[in-house]
């Protein structure tokens, strides 16, 4: 229900501070239930403690399903026809945009 929640979910039920995503400095990202009354379930269960999350884990909150979607990078293959300082730009590129997407917290909440 936050304004500052990244993504908020439109039902009653739902808290101010349903759940959180957090990716840590491992850049695995974590999932943690913030709601007693309506708990958010990993792949159909409850869990106590926060979890990292899996490509592909689905995650519940209410009626609602969210599949995580956080494949591994794969590596980068070389192409003949770049230069080795395009190489570099390419590779540059490639980590400031993982960056962007796997820097800070998203948290899901209602309204």
Known sequence: RRTE???????????KE?????VNEN???ILTN???VN???LNGSCFQHPVPLK?????????RSFRFEYP?????RKRRSR??????LQQVAEVESLHKQTSGSKSLHGS
Not at 55 to 63: F, P, R
Request: hydrophobic share 25%.
């Open 34 to 36: 913030l709601s007693t």
């Open 83 to 88: 230069s080795p300082k395009d190489e570099t």
């Open 72 to 76: 591994l990078r794969s590596t980068p």
């Open 18 to 22: 349903h759940c959180k995503i957090e």
């Open 5 to 15: 929640c990244d993504i908020r979910i439109q039902l009653p039920q739902v808290s």
């Open 55 to 63: 490509h592909g884990d689905v995650l519940t909150i209410i009626d």
């Open 39 to 41: 708990p958010t379930q």
């Open 27 to 29: 850049k695995e990202a």
